[in-house]
């Protein structure tokens, strides 16, 4: 049976061409970056060819740019950070942000290290700007935390409009740009956004590495060694940095072509379980390709009240998706997003995520299947 793999905001296929860079360092060139012999000279290198890949592909400068093992390092990194060493006493956010963001400033608030407000959301989960501006007034030199592309429902935020508001009222923004590096072009020449995060898994990178973008150096998260500008100990993921910087690089080299295809692809599913299946409903901006990443299909299904059975009816099929996002998946507590949204509603939630290499016949299918799990499920 073939597989059909809609979960690629949960993680992506490595790139051929990505793990074929990979291997020799894997093999071959295996120094330690901090040694001082040839080959430790030789890895010292590469990760600093391919810090300046990734800095000129976010038009920043090299120095900006730090290695971490992927996102929720890098976000917990920046928000301790400034909590806890850049006087940041208050961090302004939303309650649908990924738990790498939510639990972190939940916890830093129940230390007692500082204070947590959230945004309003419209009913659909999209930011309330007016809300945001009168927030960060009444909180200057506070640290606005605000994902750019929600990984459950996919809204987006604009980010130009958001970092604009932050900076009139001398506040910081955090985004959580996980979601859309390597799927939208990011230009920090002209986006005043002064923390940015990236894992390479979401991109068709390796696992296990990321970076964070921060204009100065930060305290480090993971104490350690001087790696990494002293802001990240540890011996630096070689393999791993030299695959994101590659991944990175041919994302954004095809990016123009694999957006086109996706949002055909996206209309083509929306389109398809509209037709197929009536009574379905659309979760956050999903449906509205103006409004939520090319990538991310959200939907409820209504007269199903169990994700986990459709999920597994799905899977026994060959069709892998997700339920409100990959970690919630089989949890009991549901997804915070949508209860956030649709405060005690127990109906079906499935994510489609949609990658670079889904065909349209695999949507069709995947529609198809799914209608007919659902017919059988109604009311179960
Ligand atoms: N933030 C968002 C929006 C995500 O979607 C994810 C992964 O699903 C993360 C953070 C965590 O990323 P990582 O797996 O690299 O730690």
Known sequence: MNKVYLDNAATTALDARVLELMLPYLQNTYGNPSSVHGYGREARTLIEKARRKVAELLSVSPSEIFFTSGATESNNTILFGNVLHNGIKHIITSPIEHHAVL??????????WCKVSYVKLDPKGGVDLEDLENQTKKHPNSLVSLMHAN?????????ALVANICKENQCLLHSDTVQTIGQVKHDLKNTPLDFMVGSAHKFYGPKGVGFLYSKNPIAPFIHGGA?????????????????????MEISYAEMEANQN????????LIESLQQNIPDVVFNGYSNDVEKSIHKIVSITLPNSQNSDLILFSLDIEGIYVSGGSACTSGSLIGSHVLNELHPGSENSVLRFSIGKDNTEEEILNAVAVLQKIYQNNQGK
């Open 103 to 112: 639990h972190t400033v939940q916890y830093l608030e129940k230390m007692g």
């Open 151 to 159: 990984n459950e429902i996919g809204n987006l935020i604009d980010l």
């Open 227 to 247: 790696q990494e500008r002293n802001v990240r100990g540890g011996t630096e993921n070689l393999h791993g940095i030299i695959g994101l910087a590659k991944a």
């Open 261 to 268: 295809r996706t949002l055909y692809l996206k209309r083509l």
